[in-house]
C-alpha cells in the first residue's frame, strides 16, 4: 500500500478515543459506561489499556454478553461488531419489560460499530423499541490489529495457511477471505483513501487466493464509496476529493515459496524462538532480591514503550549482540552504584 502505513495504530487509538470522549457533557450526566463485545474489546485492548478508558469519565467497561449492572441514569456508549447477535443485545437493553417489571438499562445510547452496519441491521434498529434511546450511530472501521507502526494483522482464521490453500476448505477459505477483506477495507478506510487495487498471479495458474481476495476487496472498496457519497448527499456535505495515488498490492505465498523454509536471522525472530511470551509480546520471568524475596518482572516488547526493542528488533542477531553489549558498557560507565557492584 502507497501510503504512511505508519498511522493505523495513531488512527485506531484517535477512533476509540473519540467514540469515548466525543459524548462528553451530551446530558446532564458526565459520567458514562462502555458496552463492549468479545471482538470490538479485543481491538480495543490492542491500543488502549482500562485506565485509559476510565480516564474519559467512564463508570465501568461491560461486555454486552454478560448479565450487567443497569445504570439507568447514565449514557451507554457501545462499540460493537456490526453482527445480528450485537444488535439483538442493543434492543434488549431498551425493551422494558412487565414481568419482572425492568426499564432501559441505560439512559440513551451512542452506537459506534467497528465495521459497516449493512441495510438490514440498520433498519431492524430503526424499527426496533430501542430506537428513542439511540442518539447517534457511527462506523468506525477498526476491525484490524496493529501489531506494529507498519505491520497489522487482518487473518480471522488460526491457520490461514490451510485454509487458504487445502482443497477441503472450500467453505472456510470464502468465509476467510470476505473477513479479511473487510478488514483491510477497515485500514483504507482510516487512512482516508480509495486506493487501485492489484494482485499478482502466477503466468498461467488457475485463479489464486490473492485474486479472489483483490476481487473480493474491490467489490467492498465501491460498495464504501458508495455509501460515503450517499452519506455525505444526506448529510448535504461536501466530499473531499483524495489527493493521493494510492495502490493495495495484494500477494500470497505463490509469490515466494521459499520463505518458510528459511530461517530468519532478525532479533525479533531469534526472541520469538528462544522465549516463550505472553500475549505474543509480554516477556515474564523471576528474579531474586537482596532479602531473597522472588520478584515477579514483566517486560512489554512494544515499540510504544520500549525504544531500544523500535530500534533493535529487525537487525541482524550479530549486530544486535554488538550494539546490547556497547550499551551495557555504557550504563555501566555513567552509573557509579552499577559500577560500584560490578567490582565485587
Known amino acids: ?113 467497528t465495521g459497516a452496519l449493512s441495510d438490514p441491521l440498520f433498519s431492524k434498529l430503526s424499527a426496533s423499541a430501542a430506537a428513542p434511546y439511540i442518539k447517534g450511530i457511527a462506523e468506525l472501521y477498526i476491525e484490524y490489529n496493529p501489531i506494529e507502526s507498519r505491520v497489522f494483522l487482518t487473518t480471522p482464521s488460526e491457520r490461514p495457511f490451510f485454509t487458504l490453500y487445502s482443497p477441503s476448505a472450500a467453505e472456510m477459505r470464502s468465509k476467510d477471505i470476505e473477513a479479511s477483506a473487510d478488514r483491510v477495507l477497515s485500514v483504507v478506510a482510516s487512512l482516508g483513501i480509495h486506493p487501485y487495487v492489484r494482485y499478482y498471479r502466477p503466468p498461467g495458474s488457475a485463479t489464486t487466493p490473492a485474486e479472489t481476495m483483490a476481487n473480493c476487496l474491490q467489490s467492498k472498496l465501491d460498495e464504501y464509496c458508495a455509501h460515503e457519497r450517499r452519506k455525505a448527499e444526506n448529510h448535504k456535505e461536501k466530499q473531499t476529493a483524495d489527493l493521493q495515488t494510492s495502490t493495495v498490492i495484494v500477494l500470497d505465498r505463490s509469490v515466494d515459496i521459499y520463505a518458510p523454509l528459511i530461517h530468519e536471522f532478525a532479533y525479533q525472530a531469534m526472541v520469538h524462538d528462544l522465549i516463550d511470551l ?67
Open 278 to 344: 505472553e500475549s505474543g509480546d509480554r516477556y515474564v520471568y523471576s528474579t531474586t532480591a537482596a532479602n531473597g524475596e522472588v520478584q515477579r518482572t514483566e517486560a512489554e516488547l512494544a515499540e510504544a514503550t520500549d525504544p531500544l526493542w523500535a530500534k533493535l528488533r529487525h537487525q541482524h542477531i550479530s549486530h544486535v549482540s554488538q550494539t546490547l553489549v556497547k550499551c551495557l558498557d555504557q550504563l555501566v560507565s555513567e552509573n557509579v552504584g552499577i559500577k560500584a557492584l560490578a567490582s565485587l
Open 1 to 113: 500500500m502507497k501510503a504512511d502505513c505508519r498511522v493505523p495504530i495513531f488512527l485506531l487509538l484517535l477512533g476509540i478515543i473519540s467514540a469515548i470522549g466525543q459524548t462528553a457533557g451530551a446530558g446532564t450526566n458526565q459520567w458514562r459506561v462502555v458496552v463492549v463485545d468479545q471482538p470490538s474489546l479485543k481491538i480495543i485492548s490492542t491500543v488502549l489499556k482500562m485506565p485509559a478508558i476510565l480516564e474519559q469519565n467512564v463508570l465501568a467497561v461491560q461486555l454486552i454478553t454478560k448479565n450487567r449492572q443497569p445504570y439507568p441514569d447514565v449514557d451507554a456508549i457501545y462499540v460493537l461488531v456490526p453482527c445480528a447477535e450485537s444488535i439483538a443485545h442493543v434492543i434488549d437493553d431498551f425493551t422494558p419489560t412487565s414481568d419482572p417489571p425492568l426499564r432501559a438499562k441505560y439512559a440513551r445510547a451512542h452506537l459506534y460499530f
